[in-house]
Antibody, heavy 121, light 106 residues
Framework: QVHLVQSGAEVKKPGSSVKVSCKTS????????FSWVRQAPGQGLEWMGK????????TYAQKFLGRLTFTADRSTSTVYMELSSLTSDDTAVYYC??????????????WGQGTLVIVSS | SYELTQPPSVSVSPGQTATITCSGD??????ASWYQQKPGQSPVLVIY???KRPSGIPERFSGSNSGNTATLTISGTQAMDEADYYC?????????FGTGTKLTVL
């Protein structure tokens, strides 16, 4: 049974960066793909991208290109999401989730508990 | 960009059947998944690959997908099913979520 535990809430200034961690327990970390999904207050879900730790390969959604970086530490079974040049529009809950896919199509299960990132001056 | 449209809200009486739709161009050509999200909680997968239920999801949850519409059906709806529901698919090299539907059980 895979379980994802994320780091705690963050408050950041506009223009700064935030790094959120997602630690995996149970299962085989190296066989998984992970995605990050965010949810602005009162809004829907937005896919940000995915990382395949065993290949150290990341894919980012178009709107985040240039300011989003995913990394993985296989020694601690942890994936990281770093978002730079923060604006108030980045205020959201950020979720990590395991992505299971068949070809390109896939689904997200399970999800971490979420990390609230507030961007405010 | 590809869009998935859901009704903002659906209401159902306890014990009745709730139907939530998700519309997108040729959605039936790809698999759809569904997630349940209760207030203050993370999303939970309830349906994947159109009609498969993950372990632990009650049998009252079912799904279908054809043409331009995917449908989540909850038979014998219970008060605990009150939540937001999101559909999701893969399109134009990205994973796309629907706009979300608030299910009220009253």
């Amino acid at each position: 049974q895979v379980h994802l535990v994320q780091s705690g809430a963050e408050v950041k200034k506009p223009g700064s960066s935030v790094k959120v961690s997602c630690k995996t327990s149970g299962g085989t970390f190296s066989s998984y793909t992970f995605s990050w999904v965010r949810q602005a207050p009162g809004q829907g879900l937005e896919w940000m991208g995915k990382i395949i730790p065993v290949l150290d390969r990341a894919t980012y959604a178009q709107k985040f290109l240039g300011r989003l970086t995913f990394t993985a530490d296989r020694s601690t079974s942890t994936v990281y999401m770093e978002l730079s040049s923060l604006t108030s529009d980045d205020t959201a809950v950020y979720y990590c989730a395991r992505l299971t896919f068949n070809g390109d199509e896939g689904w997200f299960d399970p999800w971490g508990q979420g990390t609230l990132v507030i961007v405010s001056s | 960009s590809y869009e998935l449209t859901q009704p903002p809200s659906v209401s159902v009486s306890p014990g009745q059947t709730a139907t939530i739709t998700c519309s997108g161009d040729n959605l039936g050509d790809d698999f759809a998944s569904w997630y349940q999200q209760k207030p203050g909680q993370s999303p939970v997968l309830v349906i994947y690959q159109d009609n498969k239920r993950p372990s632990g999801i009650p049998e009252r949850f079912s799904g279908s997908n054809s043409g331009n519409t995917a449908t989540l059906t909850i038979s014998g709806t219970q008060a605990m099913d009150e939540a937001d529901y999101y559909c999701q698919t893969w399109a134009t090299s990205t994973y796309v979520f629907g706009t979300g539907t608030k299910l009220t059980v009253l």
